[in-house]
Structure formats: structure tokens, C-alpha cells
């Protein structure tokens, strides 16, 4: 019973392609992320749903387009891959958005761009 | 700006203690969190401080002190299980997480 689930674990791919990354929570949460963490494992958040309305969207560009039918999921859909784009792409869900809002995260999505 | 500083790299051996330093400077703050991350895996929930002091749990205790913005994650008894990345984050007045580099710890037998 995974509480947050991502699909796919590996993603390769060549550049220019249009791929996307699925997220599914279990945990009756309201809040769900989209975070990347380069190289360097540092985490950057993109994306925050919360309800399936979206509350944070950082610097990102408009290549990378989330979506949230309901708010158990959230989806990244990725355009025109370019090879700055290869990274884990972790996704991650809380409770809400305030206090001691301790995330789950996905066990994360290599995306490898060629 | 919103900056968390933290050492890049540790090194401990096991059985001994450690000590993870982490400072931030945020816009408010609305609490501090500590997460491991074993290599290629997820991060995973250690600790919260909000208020100033020590919190234990086990051989993990976080402390925090507010007026310094200053937190330090302390790991007794270490195991080999404990190498992995140790993640601070500051939440801030919009209570968004601030995250920090990471700190790598290497634990030697």
C-alpha cells in the first residue's frame, strides 16, 4: 500500500520529446507537490495543488504544465524535453499547507534527457 | 533573500555522535524540519522544532534556537544505516519550505 505513488520510476528519452510523470496519494491528503532535485540534490519546488487548485507555481518554464483531476492526483506533463531537464522529479502530498505539515514523498522519477 | 546554509559533507564513525548544523534566514518563520534521504530514495520525515529547545526522539534529537535562526540535528549512537543526506528546511510566513542543500553524512566502521 504505497502512500505516494509515481510513475515512471526511469524515464530516458530524447530531446524534444513530450513526456509525462503520474502521481497518485492514498493518504486523503489536500496538498500535493511537484519537486526537482538536480545533481546537486538540491530540492526546488514547482509546483503545490491544493484541492486540485493551484497555490504555487514557481519560476518554471511554461514547458512543464501540472494537472490535478482530483485531488488524490497530480500530473506533470513535460514539452520539448531539453537536456537541462534530466533530474529526479520527486512528488510529494500533506494534509494541508500551514503548521506542522510533514510531506510524504513519491520515491521519485529519473528522468534522463539524451 | 531566503537562504539555508548547511555543511555540504560530514564524516562520523560508528557508534559515535554527531552533530548537523543548519542556519536559515526567512521571511517569518513557521518551523523547522529535519528529512534523511537515503541515496536514490525519497526523503523521509525526522523531525519539527517551532519552538526553541531540544526535541528527542530515540537516538535523533533536533534544537532549535528562533533569535539565531539556528537549528542542529544530533545523532547518537550512530549506525551505518544513518549515511545518507540530512535535509533542513525552513518554513516561512507563507509557509513555504525553504530547503537547504542537504548535508551528507559518512558514517566509517
Known amino acids: 500500500d504505497t502512500a505516494v505513488s509515481q510513475t515512471p520510476k526511469y524515464l530516458v528519452t530524447q530531446m524534444g520529446n513530450d513526456k509525462s510523470i503520474k502521481c497518485e496519494q492514498n493518504l486523503g491528503h489536500d496538498t500535493m507537490y511537484w519537486y526537482k532535485q538536480d545533481s546537486k540534490k538540491f530540492l526546488k519546488i514547482m509546483f503545490s495543488?491544493?484541492?486540485?487548485?493551484?497555490?504555487i507555481n514557481e519560476t518554471v518554464p511554461n514547458r512543464f504544465s501540472p494537472k490535478s483531476p482530483d485531488k488524490a492526483h497530480l500530473n506533470l506533463h513535460i514539452n520539448s524535453l531539453e537536456l537541462g531537464d534530466s533530474a529526479v522529479y520527486f512528488c510529494?502530498?500533506?494534509?494541508?499547507?500551514?503548521?506542522?505539515?510533514?510531506?510524504?514523498f513519491g520515491a521519485g522519477s529519473r528522468l534522463t534527457v539524451l | 533573500g531566503q537562504n539555508i546554509d548547511q555543511p555540504t559533507e560530514m564524516t562520523a564513525t560508528e557508534g559515535a555522535i554527531v552533530q548537523i548544523n543548519c542556519t536559515y534566514q526567512t521571511s517569518g518563520f513557521n518551523g523547522l524540519f529535519w528529512y534523511q534521504q537515503h541515496a536514490g530514495e525519497a526523503p523521509t520525515f525526522l523531525s519539527y522544532?517551532?519552538l526553541d529547545g531540544l526535541e528527542e526522539k530515540g537516538r535523533f534529537s533536533s534544537f532549535l534556537s528562533r533569535s539565531k535562526g539556528y537549528s542542529y540535528l544530533l545523532l547518537k549512537e550512530l549506525q551505518m544505516k544513518d549515511s545518507a543526506s540530512y535535509l533542513c528546511?525552513?518554513?516561512?510566513?507563507?509557509?513555504?519550505?525553504?530547503w537547504g542543500a542537504g548535508t551528507k553524512l559518512i558514517i566509517k566502521p
Open positions: 510529494a502530498s500533506s494534509l494541508g499547507v500551514a503548521g506542522a505539515n510533514v510531506l510524504t
Open positions: 522544532n517551532v
Open positions: 528546511a525552513a518554513t516561512d510566513s507563507n509557509y513555504q519550505l525553504i
Open positions: 495543488y491544493n484541492n486540485k487548485e493551484l497555490i
